[in-house]
């Protein structure tokens, strides 16, 4: 049955692959959603759009310079209209349900800290929260009593098939990686590939940056540092495993041996779903897997010689939040200069390991204790990194 009262949601990055995945689940259910605000960076038409759609109260976009078309666009429909990072803030910690997190990178960790420390349910698309601010995070969600659910497929599969009470009866935990497009290909082959074929993943579609850290393996490594923060356990716990098919997401192993994994079909809308409805289910139009049409499944170690991404991100994982906050940092900006062919597809790691060598022997890494030191770490990673560019370049 539905419930009698509609959920109140915000989605924070609803123009997004995430957040249009989300919004697809709502339209398809509008009885059982009332949508409070919507979000987006500067898509004001494609925002607008939305908004009217699923019928939201409240449209932000964080750029100023979008606020006029997206006040035309909501002209007359009662939807109000706000603009800038104060506002996407403000829209975040408006009383909701849940908040579905899905804005992209650094930008999201204010938000939803915002929409956390309200005591809000959040269901965490924006891995860069825990990867810049794991420990700042996960303490205001507590000091909130905010429910954390992980959308993230490989974290959403452990959170489904890990056992309540049982946390301390785990050996380790898998998370599977598909290997990206390039997980064939050798390094002499991977120093010249287009950004493209990088943005080109064979399984998922998803947004440019989770595209191409998919591609380096870095995004493996960002959530090797998600599930460090969400679950209760050690680095030599988290475990990577390729697995080119993705049908597999995560995997618990227990003590008495028994391995308990998640399986679907790789469609960000049954992830997002188990949060939306958790503690129950919801339909989704996902497609079902059928075990015999498919026939194999496949599994391989991960290769650190090709993909030193994953490396670079445990050792930043160790060394603590300061390190992964420039760990991601350093990344965006790589990634941005590889897309706009400023460096090439290996330069992209080489080019974060440098930025973290440099940052620890400059004593730039003390742990940060607010947010505002998160983002000091931040500003510093992404002018290294810009240094390292252009010195590559010239
Ligand atoms: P996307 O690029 O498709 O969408 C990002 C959204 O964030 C857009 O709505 C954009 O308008 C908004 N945004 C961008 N910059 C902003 C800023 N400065 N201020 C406010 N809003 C801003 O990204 P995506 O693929 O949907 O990924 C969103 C998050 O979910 C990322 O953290 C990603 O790692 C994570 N994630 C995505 C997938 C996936 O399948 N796409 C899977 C797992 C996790
Ligand atoms: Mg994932």
């Not at 810049?132 to 996960?138: I, K, S, T, V």
């Not at 056992?163 to 390094?187: H, M, W």
């Not at 850290?213 to 960002?222: I, V």
């Not at 679907?264 to 497609?287: E, N």
Request: aromatic letters at 4%.
């Amino acid at each position: 049955g539905v419930a009698a009262e509609p959920q109140r949601l915000t989605v924070l990055g609803a123009t997004g692959s995430i957040g249009s995945s989300t919004l697809d689940l709502v339209a398809r259910n509008r009885e059982r959603f009332q949508v409070v605000a919507l979000t987006a960076n500067d898509r004001a038409e494609e925002l607008a759009r939305a908004a009217i759609e699923v019928g939201a109260e409240h449209a932000v976009v964080a750029d100023p310079a979008a606020y006029p078309r997206l006040k035309d666009a909501l002209a007359g429909t009662g939807i109000t209209a706000a603009a800038g990072p104060q506002a996407v803030r403000e829209a975040a910690a408006r009383p909701a349900d849940m908040v579905i997190a899905a804005i992209v990178g650094a930008a999201g960790l204010e938000p939803t800290i915002a929409a956390a420390s309200r005591g809000t349910t959040i269901g965490l698309a924006n891995k860069e929260c825990l990867v810049c601010a794991g420990d700042l995070f996960m303490a205001a969600a507590r000091a909130a009593s905010a429910t954390i659910l992980p959308v993230d497929s490989e974290h959403n599969a452990v959170f489904q098939v890990l056992e309540r009470g049982n946390i301390d009866q785990v050996e380790k935990l898998t998370l599977t990686a598909s290997g990206g497009p390039f997980r064939t290909l050798s390094l002499e082959e991977m120093r010249h590939v287009s950004p493209e074929a990088a943005l080109r993943h064979p399984n998922w579609s998803m947004g440019a940056r989770i595209s191409i850290d998919s591609a380096t393996m870095m995004n493996k490594g960002f959530e090797i540092i998600e599930a460090f923060h969400l679950f209760p356990l050690g680095p030599d716990q988290l475990d990577v495993l390729v697995h080119p098919q993705s049908v597999v997401h995560g995997m618990v192993q227990y003590r008495d041996g028994s391995l308990l994994a998640q399986l679907g079909a790789p469609d960000m809308r049954t992830p997002i779903a188990h949060c939306l409805a958790w503690p129950r289910r919801m339909a989704t139009p996902a497609q079902r897997l059928d075990l015999a049409a498919l026939a194999t499944l496949s599994f391989e170690a991960p290769d650190p010689a090709r993909f030193p991404a994953l490396r670079i991100a445990r050792e930043a994982m160790i060394a603590g939040t300061a390190a992964t906050a420039a760990l991601n940092a350093a990344d965006e900006i790589a990634v941005r200069a590889f897309l706009d062919r400023g460096i090439g597809f290996l330069a992209i790691a080489a080019t974060v390991e440098r930025v973290l060598e440099r940052m620890a022997a400059a004593g730039d890494l003390a742990e940060p204790s607010c947010v505002e030191d998160v983002l000091r770490i931040d500003g510093v990673a992404r002018a290294m990194a810009q240094e390292a560019i252009a010195a590559q370049a010239g």
